[in-house]
């Protein structure tokens, strides 16, 4: 049986679908939902902690219905972007808030602080003031309170996007390592893909009220299944045409008056031929001035390029449209300067154009 079970949720504010008709199993895992601002993801989060209603659908946590109950009655723990930290309480004080509530023992209590103090790597900061705390020292007192009550589920929403780059690098490995260390599911809502991906063992992408698509960000970066998740994770490039050809294993389009088709796979929906088709190619697929082993190729001239820390995108105008393409050093290009650009049937996906 699935950790938590969600069947057919919906949420609606006036007429407004925050969450249409969602429905996920979640193990016990770290897992991600990440999708633009608006999608619906706290408002799942919120249906999951009980801080929002559903007008219907099903919850169910180790197969007990617990769409109803209150926010106290389930075993859920909530981390917030605003965290509310008690300022005038220590840090320890903080830690042992939910636990007092909750009746446990004073000799109980202290050593679930040390616990979580260590957890969090702040073994020596029980007496200290939250308000003389850094930014990611408050952020890892507030998951040691969170998961100091030992919630069968820990629902983090945007928990880091106040925090500055590095820290927010570090407190994603934080993230990571409580999951494992607690074995307790951890949910984490955010709009950044790239601690969705880099953190998560399975992930969701969300968009209006719905999901696209669930796997392991591998699976769902590399094999999108529909134009958003496709577009949505990574710096892709569209082509548009029509579809021509179809040996079995790749389709060709044909762009423009472009001499030969350019081949694909078709990724979500069947395509046929004379359909119109959208095609999405990722900006590390697509390989400069390579040898001539790729199926696809098309020549342009180089119309921008941005340095990116370590890399660079090269922007291309090209007979089939603006591609973008990562190359290692910028200096070895110009913009005016003319390239050959190449990829695999494998990495174009293609889908019907709506
Ligand atoms: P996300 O977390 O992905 O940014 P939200 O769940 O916050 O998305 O919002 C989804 C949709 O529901 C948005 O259109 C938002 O305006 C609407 N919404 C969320 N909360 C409320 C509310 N309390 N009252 C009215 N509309 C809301």
Redesign the pocket.
């Given at each position: 049986m699935p950790h938590l079970t969600i069947s057919d949720l919906q949420k609606t504010?006036?007429d407004?679908i925050?969450?249409d008709q969602v429905s996920l199993s979640i193990e016990r895992e770290l897992f991600s939902v990440v999708?633009?601002?608006?999608?619906?993801?706290?408002?799942?989060l919120?249906c999951i902690a009980g801080l929002e209603l559903p007008d219907s659908g099903t919850i169910r946590l180790d197969g007990e219905d617990i769409t109803n109950d209150r926010p106290s009655e389930r075993a859920t723990a909530t981390v917030f972007q605003d965290l509310a930290l008690f300022p005038h309480m220590s840090v320890g004080e903080n830690i042992a808030y939910g636990l007092k509530k909750q009746g446990w023992e004073p000799t109980a209590i202290d050593e679930q602080v040390e616990k979580l103090l260590d957890l969090v790597q702040m073994p020596t900061a029980r007496e200290r003031s939250v308000q003389t705390l850094s930014g990611g020292q408050r952020q890892r007192v507030a998951l040691a309170r969170s998961l100091a009550v030992e919630p069968a589920i820990l629902l983090l929403?945007e928990p880091l996007s106040s925090l500055d780059a590095n820290l927010r690098a570090k407190l994603r490995e934080d993230i990571r390592r409580l999951q494992r260390q607690t074995d307790t599911t951890f949910i984490y809502?955010t709009?950044d893909q790239d601690v969705a991906m880099a953190i998560s063992d399975r992930m969701a992408v969300?968009t209006a009220?719905s999901l696209e698509q669930v796997g392991t960000p591998e699976s769902v970066y590399e094999e999108p299944t529909t134009p958003f998740a496709a577009t949505f994770l990574g710096d892709n490039s569209t082509i548009e045409g029509t579809a021509a050809t179809d040996d079995g294993e790749s389709v060709g389009i044909r762009v423009g008056k472009t001499e030969s088709p350019i081949r694909g796979v078709a990724s979500g929906a069947p395509v046929t031929s004379g359909d119109q088709v959208r095609g999405f190619i990722k900006v590390e697929d697509i390989r400069v001035d390579a040898g001539a082993e790729c199926a696809n190729t098309v020549s342009g001239d180089v119309t921008e390029k941005r340095y990116g820390g370590g890399d660079c995108v090269l922007h291309v105008a090209t007979e089939v449209g603006e591609l973008r393409a990562r190359v290692r050093d910028c200096s070895e290009y110009s913009v005016g300067a003319k390239v050959r650009l190449a990829w695999q049937p494998s990495s174009f996906r293609l889908f019907p154009a709506d």
């Amino acid at each position: 049986m699935p950790h938590l079970t969600i069947s057919d949720l919906q949420k609606t504010y006036g007429d407004d679908i925050a969450v249409d008709q969602v429905s996920l199993s979640i193990e016990r895992e770290l897992f991600s939902v990440v999708g633009p601002s608006g999608a619906g993801k706290s408002t799942l989060l919120k249906c999951i902690a009980g801080l929002e209603l559903p007008d219907s659908g099903t919850i169910r946590l180790d197969g007990e219905d617990i769409t109803n109950d209150r926010p106290s009655e389930r075993a859920t723990a909530t981390v917030f972007q605003d965290l509310a930290l008690f300022p005038h309480m220590s840090v320890g004080e903080n830690i042992a808030y939910g636990l007092k509530k909750q009746g446990w023992e004073p000799t109980a209590i202290d050593e679930q602080v040390e616990k979580l103090l260590d957890l969090v790597q702040m073994p020596t900061a029980r007496e200290r003031s939250v308000q003389t705390l850094s930014g990611g020292q408050r952020q890892r007192v507030a998951l040691a309170r969170s998961l100091a009550v030992e919630p069968a589920i820990l629902l983090l929403d945007e928990p880091l996007s106040s925090l500055d780059a590095n820290l927010r690098a570090k407190l994603r490995e934080d993230i990571r390592r409580l999951q494992r260390q607690t074995d307790t599911t951890f949910i984490y809502v955010t709009h950044d893909q790239d601690v969705a991906m880099a953190i998560s063992d399975r992930m969701a992408v969300m968009t209006a009220g719905s999901l696209e698509q669930v796997g392991t960000p591998e699976s769902v970066y590399e094999e999108p299944t529909t134009p958003f998740a496709a577009t949505f994770l990574g710096d892709n490039s569209t082509i548009e045409g029509t579809a021509a050809t179809d040996d079995g294993e790749s389709v060709g389009i044909r762009v423009g008056k472009t001499e030969s088709p350019i081949r694909g796979v078709a990724s979500g929906a069947p395509v046929t031929s004379g359909d119109q088709v959208r095609g999405f190619i990722k900006v590390e697929d697509i390989r400069v001035d390579a040898g001539a082993e790729c199926a696809n190729t098309v020549s342009g001239d180089v119309t921008e390029k941005r340095y990116g820390g370590g890399d660079c995108v090269l922007h291309v105008a090209t007979e089939v449209g603006e591609l973008r393409a990562r190359v290692r050093d910028c200096s070895e290009y110009s913009v005016g300067a003319k390239v050959r650009l190449a990829w695999q049937p494998s990495s174009f996906r293609l889908f019907p154009a709506d």
